[in-house]
């Protein structure tokens, strides 16, 4: 499990990794500029704009609202699913463990088939967080670990074998 400290709610206003800020500063900054030019042009020649009510406001930001609520709650699935499955997947491979030590009897071979199973798990947390898993399924399947790391898929490739 990934524990980090918690940040302070400045520091979470800053927050840059993972945010969609970086990819819509762009946007907003043009934006900015062209109201603000807008704004110059409309004093300088003092056009009259207009008065504006504030109800298409609101009613733009209740159904943004509502829009950003199902797209939180289809994220909060996702991310619910997930959880789900990898809870499967180690349930899976401590009955893995468990029918390993009852029906092999030599020892050797049940801490190979473990070992594997470990550098596959192993391989695909990082396949799934987009790291470099290689130096810690080492740790599990030595000679094995190369190997499986020149594939495009090394998690698939460590169930081959």
Known sequence: ??????PTFLQLF???????????????????????VILVV???????LGVFNITPFGLV???????LSFRNNAAYDRWWE?????????????????????LIPDRTEQRALLMEAL????????????????????????AEAETAARFANPADEMVRR
């Not at 499990?1 to 918690?6: C, G, K, Q, S, T």
């Not at 990898?86 to 030590?101: D, P």
């Open 14 to 36: 800053f927050i840059m990794r993972g945010s969609v800020v970086p990819r819509i500063l762009p946007q907003i900054f043009g934006f900015a500029i062209y109201s603000a």
């Open 61 to 67: 930001g209740v159904t943004l609202s509502i829009y």
């Open 119 to 142: 550098a596959f798990c192993h391989f695909l947390r990082g396949q799934l967080r987009r790291i470099d898993s290689v130096k810690d399924v080492r740790a599990f399947v030595e």
């Open 42 to 48: 409309a004093r300088w020649f003092q056009l009259d």
């Open 1 to 6: 499990m990934i524990v980090r400290p918690r």
């Open 82 to 102: 997930a959880r789900k499955l990898w809870g499967a997947l180690v349930f899976e491979i401590r009955n893995l463990a468990r029918a390993t030590t009852s």
